[in-house]
């Protein structure tokens, strides 16, 4: 097994120059062989001279810290056949099967996108049909005016991680059957970002971004239904360290109407009238999305019946035209009769020989599925 050089030293591993050559000069005080002639401390005074020649080299410390030792015979090795061998770490190992050891190596960056938001917009039948524009007040995350999303205070800036030296990890080697095995995990001091933050901004704490409402002008199209969803690209939230924004949703909730009812891009409403209405025909006036308009009830029109009014519905979303307005017809038979009205249908039944109707049956009766099936095909 390779010797623990920083052990030896008594330093952290991501110790400066500085640091080490002070640990070096503080021990090679107490252990040099003219203070202390014993022979143990002789093998302790070459081991800190050896630590040092590594730890104070650069390009040793950082074979060193790759897994190898610069001082071994086999010239970097960390032992024969071992992962630390010809300078490799379990982080390199990593990389040439995985990529990366798995994910993102070296700093990452405190500039993300923002999330996407959603909000929901309550419009009119009336507006769903023809379109409309509208104005929203939204409350989402912007770019800091203080710090323009740098989350330093003004006339400071982030400064390098001395835990990381700017990597965004931090390595540790540790020994195990197959030699030194080095593995990486992000700097616990800076969080991976390889910069700190010692003055954060006084508005945005450091984020970059703070809460604010604006007002948009969103632009609703023909034919929309509830669910429907605008997407503005860019409106949603800015992301940390003043990153681009998200995107916004819009979603559609259409009103209720107290006439109609929609079903895709058709309109339904239903009109009762009197049994002599139907029997003579009349005009019955309807108030549609277009304007006033004339429902021609022809003579003879029987309950359940249904008149159509082409292209008075939703408009099509996507390709021209609109869809219909199906009016359904409800005869209303009268329950209360006063003897003068009581006379003359009774004379009226003489009249059609309807005294004593024998009536006609069929099978059976409508039953829902029935009558829904007859709404879908427009009877």
Known sequence: MATDYYAVLGVRRDAGQDEIKKAFRRLARELHPDV?????????????NAAYEVLSDPAKRQVYDLGGDPLSPNGGGGG???????????????DAFFGAAGGQRGP????????????????????????????????????????????????????????CRGKGEVSQVTRSFLGQVMTSRPCPQCQGFGTVVPTPCPE??????????????VKIPAGVDNGTRIQ??????????????????????????PTFQRRGDDLHCTVTIPMTAASLGTQV?????DGMEEVDIRPGTQSGQSIPLHGRGITHLRGGGRGDLIVHVEVQTPTKLDPEQEDLLRRL??????ERPSGQFAPGQQGLFSRLKDAFNGR
């Open 349 to 354: 039944a003489v009249l059609r020989g309807e």
């Open 232 to 257: 503005l690209a860019g409106e949603g939230e800015v992301g940390p360290g003043g990153g681009p924004a998200g995107d916004l949703y819009v979603e559609i909730a259409e009103i209720a109407h």
């Open 285 to 289: 006036p309807l108030q549609t999305l």
């Open 108 to 163: 990452r960056s405190r500039t993300r996108r923002g999330q996407d938001a959603m909000i929901r917009l309550e419009i009119t039948l009336e507006e769903a049909t023809f379109g409309t524009t509208k104005e929203l007040q939204v409350d989402t995350a912007v770019t800091c005016t203080t710090c323009s999303g740098e989350g330093a205070a003004p006339g400071t800036s982030a400064q390098t991680c001395d835990m």
């Open 36 to 48: 202390n002639p014993d022979p143990k401390t002789q093998e302790r005074f070459k081991e800190i």
């Open 204 to 217: 945005c704490a450091g984020d970059g971004r703070v809460r604010a409402r604006r007002t948009l002008t």
């Open 80 to 94: 024969a056949g071992g992962f630390g061998a010809a300078g490799f770490g379990f982080s390199d190992i990593m």
